[in-house]
């Protein structure tokens, strides 16, 4: 079964850094793209970040756009997100998903979505 695992996340302060890494198994990983999404608490889920499939387009969140960088690595079938200049707000749940169709507005189909990974930034 195709199940993107997402590791990485924790507690960090304002202003701090972390970096998300998602890995997948049982897929042709270069045939997808992938993205990254977050859902705070009473709030939908929302788009951050989406990769094409080998990694040369990046959309980004505007909220993000300047402070998180998504990457791919096509051999170890993972993708990145790093994260600075970390705000409260960021604090959330984040998603790595594999689809197709990436833009700037998300993933046009999400084929897989994995169990996600809590970060929180404190003020």
């Known amino acids: 079964q195709v199940q993107p695992v997402e590791s990485g996340g924790g507690l960090v302060q304002a202003g701090g850094s972390l970096t998300l890494s998602c890995a997948v198994s049982?897929?042709?990983?270069?045939?997808?793209?992938m993205g990254w999404f977050r859902q705070a608490p009473g709030k939908d889920r929302e788009f951050v970040a989406t990769?094409?499939?080998?990694?040369?387009?990046?959309y980004y969140a505007d909220s993000v756009k300047g402070r998180f960088t998504i990457s791919r690595d096509n051999a170890k079938k993972t993708v990145d997100l790093q994260m600075n200049s970390l705000k409260p707000e960021d604090t959330a749940v984040y998603y790595c998903?594999?689809?197709?169709?990436?833009?700037?507005?998300?993933?046009?189909?999400?084929?897989?979505w994995g169990q996600g990974t809590q970060v929180t930034v404190s003020s």
């Open positions: 049982g897929l042709r990983f270069h045939d997808y793209a």
């Open positions: 990769i094409n499939w080998y990694g040369i387009w990046t």
């Open positions: 998903a594999a689809g197709s169709d990436p833009s700037q507005s998300g993933l046009g189909h999400v084929s897989y």
